[in-house]
């Protein structure tokens, strides 16, 4: 069973900054690109950043120049790097992952969800 676990959420004031971590776990033989999502009350789920597993990143116009998103392939993991945080930045932030559970099955993945608060 492949698991993605998020950590890193809070609350933190205007300007601040928050760093999540995603962790992928479980019987895994490779991973893809990996991203993060956000959702914020009555709003859809937005793509904010993704990184391929050679390193090449895209990011929504909203949050370039302040957010930047990394991986560690050893480690499985992604984080992404939160600074100049805005209110309309306050979200539930979720990780995602396109992993291969064998050289034959490739499979997407979501995160539980961690929640981002940023007071003005």
């Known amino acids: 069973q492949v698991q993605l676990v998020e950590s890193g959420g809070g609350l933190v004031q205007l300007g601040g900054s928050l760093r999540l971590s995603c962790a992928a776990s479980g019987s895994i033989v490779s991973i893809d690109d990996m991203g993060w999502y956000r959702q914020a009350p009555g709003k859809e789920r937005e793509l904010v950043a993704t990184?391929?597993?050679?390193?090449?990143?895209k990011y929504v116009d909203s949050v370039k120049g302040r957010f930047t998103i990394s991986r560690d392939n050893a480690k499985e993991t992604v984080y992404l790097q939160m600074n100049s945080l805005k209110p309309e930045d306050t979200a539930v932030y979720y990780c995602?992952?396109?992993?291969?559970?064998?050289?034959?099955?490739?499979?997407?993945?979501w995160g539980q969800g961690t929640q981002v608060t940023v007071s003005s």
């Open positions: 995602n992952a396109d992993i291969w559970k064998t050289s034959w099955a490739l499979n997407n993945y």
């Open positions: 990184i391929t597993s050679g390193g090449s990143t």
